[in-house]
């Protein structure tokens, strides 16, 4: 049972402006976040003995932890850098920290991530793109496979095939992520969208306009994490991980598997399994969203409906500002910016501490978190629940 | 043929042989002498029961298309726009693994997923390339 624990919990999170941030680096763009998160519950610098991060996409680092610990003038008595992909990472991370307040290791822990991936990349860069050794050097590129987006066309090509899906279905899930963005005064796009804007937008790769892909971004984001005594005596809002998650099939997208046997379905049975909920439970989704074929996936394999009808469902307006269970309440990575899935997490401890503003969902108690590295290589999901 | 640019792999002293064998014109599998399972790419031990008894088998270099998509942007440069759009496909080989290539020769733009395809060695400098070509019977 991946069940995580009861003890230590979520009190504090933090979020750096994003878009553009000329002139700051990755481990300066980490520190203001872990900064704003401490400010965010009363603590500071002194009152940290635990850090976690993930090094900058754009820029790969080796002991990233480290060095962001000796900028911040910490000494921690746990320090580690976690990289699992998408949104999954910074579900790991807070799961460390649990594990590692929940056995001593540190006290209060901070999960931080973030970077300069728009203004800090190469010049003529498009797009994300991820080295690691074996896929992508040598039995991808010389076929001209190269990014992200490639391999998200892939595999909405075949989810169109297998369930007779279109790109109206695509642009739906754009659609309802734009109206949450224009509830978000940090978010990267201020217009609204129509259906006819997401098929005017240009191809990218087929079937994926422009529309359909998320935004490069520098920015950071950030969560603190304590014993629940210890909480209660700071008078802190709490939020508790209640059940996590993952499961890995694949690394390449020629080794992925059938759209139905996605690690995503394995990994939501067992977080719901856990927390002993299930989607009908839920107050909210913010579920990783790098391309609009992603959510579809992600709603399909979390039983939010049948495989295939994520389409359909969307357009009950289940997904949208007001909806039954409103997807991506920040405006996802598609509208408010790519900052590596960690402003998922921190939107659904915002919800859940009823501090979203605006776009607050009326009294938030359970938030479902999604992620995927790669090419739904790692599949995480999460359940929180305001304590 | 259409003009090819391509980015040519670094082969390690295990993969050599498959590239090797695409310049003779053969498409080498590695098949498990203890559990049977052919598997691509080639690795050191075999994924299926980790045996590190392996042989290498030429494939018949038919299969049929999982799924495509016609590249729209250049994310090579400036150099790369001649090559837009190009196809990426995956295609399930007759002998059981997927594979990842690109689609070349005629009706790429009429391509559709289940399309039977078959291997079309296509040099670039020093190498040639495992590429794909739709068969019309
Ligand atoms: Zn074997």
């Known amino acids: 049972m991946p069940r995580v624990t009861d003890e230590a919990v979520i009190i504090g999170l933090g979020e ?24 965010s519950c009363g603590l500071s610098i002194r009152d940290v003995d635990g850090l976690i991060n993930l090094d900058p996409y754009s820029f790969p680092n080796s002991m990233f932890a480290t060095t962001l610990a000796e900028y911040l003038g910490l000494k921690p008595s746990f320090c580690t850098t ?14 460390q920290a649990i594990w590692a307040i929940n056995s001593g290791h540190c006290r209060t822990a901070v999960c931080v991530y973030g970077e300069n991936a728009l203004t800090g990349r190469s010049p003529g860069a498009h797009g994300y793109m991820l080295k690691n050794l074996l896929g992508g050097e040598e039995w991808e590129e010389p076929f001209g496979l190269q990014g992200m987006v490639s391999m998200y066309a892939l595999l909405a090509q075949r989810y169109f095939h297998d369930y007779g899906a279109d790109e109206s279905d695509l642009g739906a899930i754009a659609v309802s992520t734009r109206e949450h963005a224009l509830l978000n005064p940090t978010a990267m796009m201020k217009k609204p969208m129509t259906l006819e804007d997401h098929r005017r937008s240009r191809i990218i790769c087929s079937p994926l306009r422009l529309l359909d892909c998320s935004l490069v971004a520098d920015g950071g984001g950030a969560l603190v994490l304590t014993g629940a005594a210890n909480a209660r005596r700071l008078g802190a809002p709490m939020v508790r991980m209640r059940s996590f998650a993952m499961r890995m099939t694949h690394n390449t997208v020629a080794q992925m598997p059938d759209i139905e046997d996605l690690g995503m379905r394995d990994a939501g049975r067992d977080a719901y399994e856990a927390a002993g909920i299930g989607p009908e439970d839920l107050d909210m989704a913010q579920l990783h969203d790098a391309f609009t074929i ?16 994520a389409g359909d469902y969307i357009r009950t307006g289940a997904t949208a500002p007001g909806g039954k269970c409103p997807v991506n309440t920040h405006g996802g990575l598609l509208s408010q910016a790519h900052i590596g899935g960690m402003l998922h997490l921190v939107e659904a401890v915002r919800q859940l501490r009823g501090e979203a503003g605006r776009r607050q969902v009326p009294d938030a108690r359970l938030a479902l978190v999604s992620g995927n590295g790669g090419i739904f290589s790692l599949c995480g999901v999460s359940i929180l629940e305001r304590v | 043929m259409e003009d090819i640019l391509a980015i040519l792999p670094s082969p390690t002293k295990e993969t050599a042989p498959f ?25 050191l031990y075999c994924p299926k029961c980790g045996s590190e008894k392996l042989a290498w088998r030429a494939s018949a270099g038919r299969g049929t298309l999982y799924s495509f998509t016609h590249v729209g942007v250049s994310f090579y440069g400036p150099t790369w726009e001649s090559q837009i759009p190009y196809t990426l496909v995956l295609v399930d080989l007759d002998d059981g693994p997927r594979m990842l290539s690109r689609l070349v020769g005629p009706d790429r733009d009429k391509v559709k997923i289940g399309d039977r395809v078959r291997v079309e060695f296509v040099e670039f400098e020093t190498q040639k390339l495992p590429y794909f070509s739709i068969v019309r019977e």
């Not at chain 1, 992603?294 to 009808?309: R, Y």
């Not at chain 2, 080498?28 to 049977?36: I, M, S």
Request: glycine content about 12%; proline content about 5%.
């Open chain 1, 294 to 309: 992603s959510v579809l996936v992600t709603i399909d394999a979390l039983g939010f409906c049948e495989p295939g009808g």
């Open chain 1, 82 to 95: 976690v990289d699992v992909g998408g949104t999954v990472t910074g579900m790991t991370m807070l799961q």
């Open chain 1, 16 to 39: 750096t402006p994003v878009g553009k941030l000329p002139g700051l680096n990755s481990v300066q763009i980490q520190a203001m976040a872990v900064h704003d998160a401490l400010r």
């Open chain 2, 19 to 43: 590239w090797e064998g695409c310049n003779r014109s053969e498409l080498l599998l590695r098949a498990c002498e203890d559990c049977a399972q052919v598997f691509y790419y080639p690795r």
